[in-house]
C-alpha cells in the first residue's frame, strides 16, 4: 500500500533530552512538511522539504531540526531548546505541485505521533 | 507572515441542519484547501480551490473561494452523525511552500 508512516504513535521523553521522530512515505513525493497541533491552535508549520538534501524553516522551526538525506525519509528532531514540545505532531508529503493542476497540491498526512515530555 | 482566520471555533448543530465554516486570509491565495479531521485522527484532504470565485460540490458539501481569493467558506446541508470532526481551512501561498491552516472549526452534532 502506498502511504505515509509516523512512529511510534506515541512518545514520552524525560525533559532535556533530544527525540527524533519518524517520518517514512512510498508515494514518491518530492516535498515533505512537518506540522505541530496543539488543542485551539489548528496546525502550524515546522520545517518542509521540497528536494533530498534541502530543507526550509516553517513558522515555528526554533527547537527543531529536520534532515532529508533520501527522498522518502523526514525525520523531525525535537531538541531540550524546544520550550513546550510536547503536542502532536504531522507529517505530511505532497507531489512537486504545477500551477493549473488541482491535484498536485494536495497533502497526504500520516496518522502522527503524540509526543508527551514529563 | 500570512495568516488564516476560520470562524467558528465551535459549531453545535441538531443532526439535519446545515453547517458552515468561513476562513479569511490575511493576504490574497494561489488556492485554498480544506481537509477534514476525525476525532483522534489525522486531516485528509477534501478539495482544493484555485479560481476566483470559484464553487465546488461533493454531495451534500459546498465550497466557495471568494473574487478576492482571501476568504473561502464550506456549507454542509443536512448534517450526518458522519459530519462530526474538525474542519480547517489551508491557505496555499504558491510552489511547494507549507499549508498555513486555519485553527479549524470543530463541529459537534447532536442527535
Known amino acids: 500500500d502506498g502511504g505515509i508512516t509516523q512512529s511510534p504513535k506515541y512518545l514520552f521523553r524525560k525533559e532535556g533530552q533530544n527525540v527524533t521522530l519518524s517520518c517514512e512515505q512510498n508515494?514518491?513525493?518530492?516535498?515533505m512538511y512537518w506540522y505541530r497541533q496543539d488543542p485551539g491552535q489548528g496546525l502550524r508549520l515546522i520545517y518542509y522539504s521540497q528536494i533530498v538534501n534541502d530543507f526550509q524553516k516553517g513558522d515555528i522551526a526554533e527547537g527543531y531540526s529536520v534532515s532529508r538525506e533520501k527522498k522518502e525519509s523526514f525525520p523531525l528532531t525535537v531538541t531540550s531548546a524546544q520550550k513546550n514540545p510536547t503536542a502532536f505532531y504531522l507529517c505530511a508529503s505532497s507531489s512537486q505541485p504545477t500551477s493549473g493542476r488541482a491535484k498536485e497540491n494536495e497533502q497526504f498526512f500520516g496518522p502522527g505521533t503524540r509526543l508527551t515530555v514529563l | 507572515g500570512q495568516q488564516v482566520m476560520q470562524i467558528p471555533q465551535y459549531q453545535h448543530v441538531q443532526e439535519g441542519e446545515d453547517f458552515t465554516t468561513y476562513c479569511n486570509s490575511s493576504?490574497?491565495?494561489?488556492?485554498i484547501q480544506w481537509y477534514k479531521q476525525r476525532p483522534g485522527g489525522h486531516p485528509v484532504f477534501l478539495i482544493q480551490l484555485v479560481k476566483s470565485g470559484e464553487v465546488k460540490k461533493q454531495k451534500r458539501l459546498t465550497f466557495q473561494f471568494g473574487e478576492a481569493k482571501k476568504n473561502s467558506s464550506l456549507h454542509i446541508t443536512a448534517t450526518q452523525t458522519t459530519d462530526v470532526g474538525t474542519y480547517f481551512c489551508?491557505?496555499?501561498?504558491?510552489?511547494?511552500?507549507?499549508?498555513?491552516f486555519g485553527k479549524g472549526t470543530h463541529l459537534i452534532i447532536q442527535p
Open positions: 489551508a491557505g496555499h501561498r504558491g510552489g511547494a511552500d507549507g499549508l498555513t
Open positions: 508515494l514518491n513525493h518530492d516535498a
Open positions: 493576504t490574497t491565495l494561489s488556492n
